[in-house]
T-cell receptor, first 113, second 115 residues
């Protein structure tokens, strides 16, 4: 069965600092991997996704993530945090392009000035 | 994702009442997914529907919960005889094809509070 583990329910960084949000997955077949962002009282917005091909994926708002099969990881990074990045971030996995999404429990990112 | 409309945004129900949550997918989208987000948890899949058909309801509780997506009108998630444990945010996502993961758009959710 698929699962997603997000290490750290809360992450705090200073504005301008590196953002690193961790995600590890479990899947019996090559996975499809996603990062979503949720702003307060809003729905989810897709940041980026990995399906096949290049393992370093670039998304919106300067975020990127790297699929590492050997580590079963898909960590999200951004070189320089901005105040507007404060939100909750969810990692998700599915086993096919048509399957439902399995979400992690989320990581709340705080950015301090 | 503003194109997926969910209403109401907030819903308060007393225990034992019925809750009806509506989701109007984006124009041209005929596939709808419902997810539930409990406090301090991630989203959990509930049901996947196409027009007039339930495709996958493996995440739906066996009792009190039902969903439909009629030929005309929004998709409805119905919860009968609500209990406090039903308090959560319910999100709908839509896509034009079954390729949910590449083209799904989420609504802003309905926050259900059972008192």
């Amino acid at each position: 069965a698929q699962s997603v583990t997000q290490l750290g329910s809360h992450v705090s960084v200073s504005e301008g600092a590196l953002v690193l949000l961790r995600c590890n997955y479990s899947s019996s077949v090559p996975p499809y991997l996603f990062w979503y962002v949720q702003y307060p009282n809003q729905g989810l917005q897709l940041l980026l996704k990995y399906t096949t091909g290049a393992t370093l994926v670039k998304g919106i708002n300067g975020f990127e993530a790297e699929f590492k099969k050997s580590e079963t990881s898909f960590h999200l990074t951004k070189p320089s945090a901005h105040m507007s990045d404060a939100a909750e971030y969810f990692c998700a996995v599915s086993e096919s392009d048509t399957d439902k999404l399995i979400f992690g429990t989320g990581t709340r990112l705080q950015v301090f000035p | 994702n503003a194109g997926v409309m969910q209403n109401p945004r907030h819903l308060v129900r007393r225990r034992g009442q019925e809750a009806r949550l509506r989701c109007s997918p984006m124009k041209g989208h005929s596939h709808v997914y419902w997810y539930r987000q409990l406090p301090e948890e991630g989203l959990k899949f509930m049901v996947y529907l196409q027009k007039e058909n339930i495709i996958d309801e493996s995440g739906m509780p066996k009792e009190r919960f039902s969903a439909e997506f009629p030929k005309e009108g929004p998709s409805i998630l119905r919860i009968q005889q609500v209990v406090r444990g039903d308090s959560a945010a319910y999100f709908c996502a839509s896509s034009p094809t079954r390729t949910v993961n590449t083209e799904a758009f989420f609504g802003q959710g309905t926050r259900l509070t059972v008192v």
